[in-house]
């Protein structure tokens, strides 16, 4: 590229190393590398209708390469050889096709359900069956692995046999995961990621298209390889059978009191469409294995009315799946479970959520269905570098809820009456043994306040009815209410290190509990936040019908929750939201922690240019300093007499203030500030500091801005 404009090398053998080129396309809107005119995404998505989202006749733009004893990828422009073994492909495939003969098609055709458009949303471009999501090179490749695969001549007992062709239908799915024109070329790693890197079927603009017996990523050697690597890990002891049956959760095969231990993974509220995803891999697996388990694969696609999920409103969507709908079908599955298992037996619930309304939904069945949750532990199950965690900040752990029946000896549910007021009189001790336990095992964060669940819904779900005085129920959600704010006050006092908390406005004590509980746990004990600047506690996949997450991270810094998670905080603390604009942004579903450069209007009102020195060239060179103390305190001499501001009227806008003045480089205005305006004589001012120094992200701007505040502290007699 130069000068705005794109040059074609001449020579499409050159190769180039690692070269760099700007985005085309953003939030589905393209824009030509050549004339700069941006399409916008409403006539991208009618062009590409048409045209079933463009795999079949896609243009190969490049081709990636590798050269022996030399690290990296090199890229060259296609050759006519490279395009004619496209069109070769091609056209081959339409052989196939019209040779074909059988009951299913050769390339899957059936239709993406409409029900799950706000995962799939790449239908609104006109991928409207799954063999759409395949160029024909893609569709020829796994066809041809298909009919090998049927054919192939395996000696053994028949057991022997459909054991081993399972085993390849899998490679073939894995295959598929990797070879679609949905997968995405990893430009970090220059390898192809697959096409689940989060639950969804997006729009992806521009696919790498893996070779199949190459020493690359993607490839059937590394298919065949993990599903090896599976068994002979997860399975040491291949002598021990087991059975494994096909059966709805809410209506088991099992008789009952017949097992000692229930362990399920239920859906996630709305998260994932598991039955919608399924469908991908379910028509391949029904090409390569429907006469070998004819039972499982006589359908076209996955059964999805009765699975347990919510699907989100849309105009297109004609589900019922509601949320009574999901409450009720998890309450009988959980029934299920319960009356399956002994009365001494022992229930595990895996959930990693973070909307409180999807946590609320699954205690309330739990409740419901007669468990006694007698505990949470949050085990480490999420890979860091899954695609969906890149940029947001996510439960580092699932948790495991740990579940007794709550049965009489005759196995009838036990019918108990609690007293609101002993409920409430021993939830603040629980709380207060369990969060340092968490904290030594280095259980921060999000992690640490759903941990505290399972012990203070012991002392609620041990009942079948909890009332109050005048016999009127006390519902889960109000003690959830309760258990939130109990959680916030004490770790409040955590985050202090003991220190009397009650001392700082509510702003700060938000401030804090906002940044402790987006803070997930890192080796040594130290507290990182995935997300960098912008953090969230979304769901994964939750990119509604966009076509590209908006890159994470704000100018200034910023930290988002969900809203009611934050509301809950915030009144655990004493708090109110809706009374704090300056420092919280409401928006939807979100509630959004404003970063300090963010503040800087409010804090010095008019005079912000010139105390910060901005507009100055001198201070405006200073602006992108953010560096060590001795490099800031060496640009003073010569400074204009400095402008203090008006010292901010909570200990939080003191703090940010300072921190401002510390990040521009005005350090005469910032030592005025703090020794002869009195403000770093307040011992809270310095608390709040130390604080907030180890709760905010390492490498974030505020994280070095408040550090270096601290590190004047001495040199100005404090």
Known sequence: RQKGRWVL????????????FDGTVRRGSATCPVCGYTTPVERVRAQL?????????????????????????????????????????????????????GALSLVPDEDLDIRGIRHTWAMIYGLNNWGTLFSPRQALALTTLVRLERKSQIQGSNDFIKALRVCLAIGIDRQADYLSSLAVWSISGEFIAHTFGRQAVPM??????????????????????WIASVIENSCPNLHTMARAERASATEHPLPTDSIQAFV??????????????????????????????????????????????????????????????????????????RRVLAPDGVGTIVFASKTTTSWEAILQAVIDAGWVITGSWPIDTEREARVSAQGQARLASSIHLVCRPREEASGELAATIGDWRDVLAELPPRIHDWLPRLAQEGVVGADAIFACLGPALEIYSRYSRVERANGEQVTLREYLEVVWAEVARQALSMIFEGADASGFEEDARLTAMWLWTLSTKEEGGKMKDEGGRQA?????????????????????????????????????LGAHLE?????????????????????????????????????????????????????VEAQEAGWDEPIAPAAGAATLDRLHQAMLLFAAGRSAAFKRFLVEDGVGK??????????????????????RWVDGVLARKKGLGF
């Open 9 to 20: 090398q001449a020579d499409p053998t050159m190769e180039v190393k690692n070269p760099s």
């Open 49 to 101: 209708k048409p045209r079933r989202g463009g795999a079949h006749d896609a243009r190969l733009f490049c081709v990636v390469t590798t050269h022996p004893n030399e690290q990296g990828r090199f890229y060259r422009l296609p050759t006519e050889a490279d395009r004619e073994a496209v069109r070769q492909a091609a056209a081959e495939l339409e052989r196939r096709k019209a040779e074909h003969k």
């Open 536 to 572: 969230g506690l979304e769901e994964a996949g939750d990119a509604g019908e966009e076509d590209e997450p908006e890159a994470s991270g704000a100018a200034g810094g910023s930290f988002v929750l969900e809203f009611d998670a934050a509301r809950k905080i915030a009144q655990g």
């Open 204 to 225: 992806v603009w521009d696919w790498p298209e893996c070779q199949l017996f190459a020493d690359a990523s993607g490839n059937w050697d590394g298919a065949i390889n």
């Open 579 to 631: 009374q704090l604009e300056a420092l919280v942004e409401i928006k939807g579903d979100k509630a959004r922690l404003r970063g300090v450069s963010e503040r800087a209007r409010g804090l010095f009102g008019k005079q912000r240019e010139q105390i910060l020195g901005q507009g100055k060239k001198k201070a405006a060179a200073q602006m992108n300093l953010f560096s060590e103390v001795d490099e």
């Open 682 to 703: 307040d011992q809270r001012f310095w608390r709040l500091a130390q604080a907030l120094s180890a709760l905010y992200p390492s490498g974030s701007d505020e994280k």
């Open 264 to 337: 399920t993974d239920p859906p996630y509220y709305d998260s994932v469409p598991y039955a919608h995803l399924s469908d991908f891999f379910y028509v391949w697996l029904r090409r390569s294995l429907g006469d070998v388990h004819p039972d499982l694969f006589a359908i076209p696609t996955v059964p999805k009315d009765e699975e347990i999920v919510v699907d989100r409103p849309h105009e297109l969507s004609n589900s019922t799946h509601n949320i009574a709908y999901y409450e009720r079908e998890l309450t009988k599955a959980f029934t299920e479970g």
